[in-house]
């Protein structure tokens, strides 16, 4: 009789390959499943009796950006494991976008304190764009050496579709570089046709997550991608795109939460609560919870995750109820997770990444029409509205049009002091007293700020310069609540607890500045800086237009 470490028995387990649930026992030994069935040879040192329990693979984020979250690596761990999330496929960009290949190294070495599987993309885009001033630039020269990272699987989504159109020598190597590591390229096809989509799977890309509607998924499909259905702090595409999922391609999908807040996930969830609107819109739950595991796995060439099988890693998850994703027990790699697995601090990051010398004048807009061309919040959305609207004018510069909701926001770079800004007008943030800015802004993470006035914008800002970046909320008169993010401007380096009990209070004290929004205005803020996606964006230099991709003057000709 052979001893092992583990048995889970009597579980009504998930099997990938049928997409059914059987009753059968499930043997565990060095973090790996030896046996499923009945072996009776095999006697175990601790038993788990998952008795009219459903037993499933542990849950895969098919891609995610660790630093939305606002919290390091090792402190969101903490949150997603009892969710359920045993691994999680992450694209450090966002890092990578400030301080380069250290960024990187600093996000695998702080995710090897923690059980999470944390699976590392290397990112293809640094910067974004060629016309925006970012942190640091990654070559594939650079790239390379973070290949002997035993994290590291493939390459992060390619966001910039010129380089690929035009075969940009580095972009070429980037790609050539992981195929012949044998890994897996992301995709980032927002905007892009057909066409582009197929021209994106001809240079091995092979997955995208930026579908929005059922039109856009079914080319995804067209051009024989993977895809991610995605659910976030904002962009919430889930329902208008489930309905692209048959039994017959189901095995085409996975779910991803690409950018999340930290008090998101501890409201509603990560992967368990994709799972669970999966279900509510009518997915059935084995099919929902095998694009949580296996098809994931499948997607990024992981072939010993997602599935309760011999020679698997072992990663489970006990659930008592399908469609409530209550998780009860997780294991992970052949361990029962308990809050001792979790005993760790976030490493130091000692580099201030925020340096600006804009003055109050500095943000005034003048204007000699008052015809503009203003942005628009999409409510839970990343993409934005480009209409044209007669705006105030005093003395030659733009006025706060409290009436319309139009109001002043700036963009201005925090890396080099270049002392780069761009102004721009923007529709949907109902603030009515004050403003709020952030170093979060995505992908350059310069500094993002709108408000009513010069004065109260001017404050934001040097609050989050003060605090090596962050979040601010003020009013006209004093700052109502900051949220320092010293780690590259992006992270706490507190506790989840106490990063999220932040967060709240900059939420409350938005409250206080605003009639309200029914969307997150910070994160949503953070994206209107991303020129990779429509319509209209703000970037250091100025206005772009996703659609001419190029920049435009504020003013309407």
């Not at 510069?397 to 002091?417: C, G, I, P, S």
């Amino acid at each position: 009789m052979q001893t092992i470490d583990l048995l889970v028995q009597n579980g009504k387990v998930l099997n990938v390959f049928t997409n059914s649930f059987e009753i059968n026992d499930i043997f565990i030994n060095n973090g790996k499943i030896i046996a499923v069935g009945n072996h009776p040879e095999l006697k175990a040192k601790e038993i788990i009796d998952a008795n009219n329990q459903f037993v499933v693979p542990g849950f895969i984020d098919s891609h995610v950006h660790i630093e939305s979250s606002l919290v390091t690596p090792s402190e969101l761990g903490k949150v997603l494991v009892p969710m359920g999330v045993t691994s999680i496929v992450v694209d450090p960009h966002e890092i990578a976008n400030v301080s380069g290949a250290d960024g990187i190294q600093y996000m695998i070495e702080d995710a090897k304190q923690t059980p999470l599987e944390v699976l590392v993309m290397l990112p293809s885009s640094v910067p974004a764009t060629s016309f925006e001033h970012n942190g640091a630039t990654l070559t594939a020269k650079d790239l390379h050496p973070l290949y002997n990272e035993e994290s590291v699987i493939g390459l992060a989504e390619v966001m910039d579709y010129p380089a690929v159109h035009n075969k940009d020598k580095d972009m070429m190597a980037k790609l050539k570089d992981a195929l012949d590591h044998g890994y897996q390229i992301d995709g980032h096809g927002a905007g892009l046709s057909l066409k582009q989509l197929k021209e994106y799977r001809e240079n091995g890309i092979t997955t995208d997550h930026e579908s929005v509607s059922l039109e856009q998924m079914n080319d995804r499909l067209s051009a024989d991608m993977n895809v991610f259905l995605r659910e976030g702090t904002v962009e919430r595409d889930l329902q208008n795109t489930i309905q692209a999922v048959t039994a017959e391609n189901a095995d085409r999908f996975s779910f991803c939460t690409d950018d999340k807040f930290i008090t998101t996930i501890i409201r509603e969830g990560s992967i368990n609560f994709n799972i669970k609107l999966a279900i509510e819109y009518g997915l059935k739950p084995e099919t929902a919870y095998k694009m949580a595991s296996y098809n994931a796995a499948v997607a990024h060439k992981l072939d010993k995750l997602g599935a309760i099988k011999e020679d698997f890693q072992a990663d489970l998850v006990i659930v008592d109820h399908l469609d409530q994703v209550d998780v009860k027990t997780v294991i992970k790699k052949g361990k029962v997770m308990t809050e001792e697995s979790f005993n760790t601090t976030p490493l130091e990051f000692d580099e201030n990444c925020v340096h600006q010398n804009l003055s109050v004048d500095d943000l005034k807009l003048p204007l000699n029409s008052n015809k503009c061309h203003v942005m628009g919040v999409i409510a839970n959305h990343i993409e934005t509205t480009h209409s044209i609207q007669e705006v105030p004018v005093e003395d030659g510069y733009f006025k706060t049009d409290l009436e319309n909701d139009v109001l002043l926001m700036v963009d201005a770079e925090r890396h080099h002091q270049l002392g780069t800004y761009g102004l721009a007008l923007v529709h949907g943030f109902n603030i009515k007293n004050g403003a709020i800015a952030t170093t979060v802004a995505h992908d350059s993470h310069n500094i993002v700020a709108v408000g009513t006035t010069k004065e109260a914008i001017y404050r934001a800002i040097q609050e989050v310069t003060a605090t090596k970046g962050g979040i601010a909320v003020v009013d006209e008169e004093k700052t109502l609540a900051t949220m320092p993010l010293p780690v590259a401007g992006l992270m706490s380096d507190k506790s989840w607890q106490a990063a999220s009990h932040e967060l709240e209070e900059i939420e409350a004290a938005f409250k206080e500045i605003s009639d309200g929004v029914d969307f997150d205005p910070f994160i949503t803020l953070s994206f209107l800086t991303l020129p990779v996606i429509p319509t209209l964006k703000l970037t250091d230099q100025g206005l772009y237009d996703f659609d001419q991709q190029k920049i435009i003057s504020v003013e309407a000709e």
